[in-house]
């Protein structure tokens, strides 16, 4: 079968053509600027490859829900030029209706890692991609996990931590996960991007605190088999045994289970290259024809 992926990011789309396997043909790039400008030359991508389905693992907040009348919109996004645009209509009426599936692009990439990669074969697994923003995809009883919406885990609120004076950067919640722990919450507390500062140990100090606060909800709320850190920031690896140690902390003892006495197999950086959102679009498509 040949698929194609579409991952649908706020600052770039990454189409690509693959198979059942994950394995990526072809792939191009094309920056996320309006949907006038973007989306002819994502369609110009996959016409004429005759392909079986398309999969789109798509920034948020969208519609999810197939029985709704606006499912496969982009709902109320920062991104003022993309708001209520029909996602999902768009590509279906400019690939002549073959089978679309769609889901959030956190979704794809724990779809992506039960797949093939570091939850491979497990029901019950998230994923967290920190990074610009932060979003979380999750896999319960083998499925992807929706409701009314679909998980926003970013906008969880935090408890600020003892000293720590940053107002946060999201726009609408201050000092929750996202304006304290994204990247843009990173540079705007400390002038420089999170790369810049690799040997800054109060950074990671700190972000791990952050970040082991929501870890500690999920696992209380979701109890999940296994937890993926994706995103830019997750590239700095020194926060790995940070997170852990802080993790084990905040439980301090309450659940004891296997996962959190083998906890550096249970907490695990993503798995698939920086591929997973793309991989898990390809595993929608496949899905779609199922259905």
């Excluded at 948020?60 to 920062?78: A, E, F, H, M, Q």
């Excluded at 249970?266 to 199922?290: C, H, R, W």
């Amino acid at each position: 079968m040949l698929y194609g992926a579409l991952e649908a990011g706020g600052t770039k789309m990454i189409c690509a053509i693959g198979n059942e396997y994950g394995q990526i043909l072809e792939q191009t790039t094309i920056p996320t600027t309006t949907p006038d400008e973007t989306m002819p030359q994502v369609l110009d991508f996959f016409k004429d490859k005759e392909l079986d389905a398309v999969g789109v693992a798509c920034f948020g907040p969208v519609d999810v829900r197939k029985s709704s009348s606006t499912y496969g919109n982009i709902l109320n996004t920062p991104k003022i030029a993309w708001r209520n645009f029909p996602m999902l209509k768009t590509i279906k009426t400019g690939l002549n209706n073959i089978p679309v599936g769609f889901d959030t692009d956190v979704n794809g990439a724990i779809l992506a890692e039960v797949t093939w990669g570091a939850a491979k074969n497990l029901t019950d697994a998230v994923y967290f991609t920190i990074g610009t923003g932060i979003g979380m995809g999750v896999i319960s009883g083998g499925n992807l996990l929706h409701g009314m919406l679909h998980p926003e885990i970013g906008h969880i609120k935090m408890s600020v931590v003892h000293n720590d004076d940053f107002a946060g950067v999201c726009p609408s919640h201050g000092t929750c996960f996202e304006g304290m722990a994204s990247g843009p919450a990173i540079e705007k507390r400390w002038g420089k991007s999170a790369k810049d500062l690799n040997e800054n140990n109060d950074v990671w100090e700190l972000e791990a605190d952050y970040i082991a606060q929501a870890l500690t909800t999920v696992i209380y709320a979701l109890s999940p088999q296994k937890i993926i850190l994706g995103g830019g920031v997750m590239h700095q690896k020194q926060l790995f045994p940070l997170i852990r140690e802080k993790v084990l902390e905040d439980i301090n003892n309450y659940i004891d289970t296997k996962e959190l006495r083998n906890i550096a197999n249970y907490i695990v950086p993503a798995s698939l290259n920086d591929k997973q959102g793309v991989m898990g679009a390809l595993k929608l498509a496949e899905m779609a024809t199922e259905e």
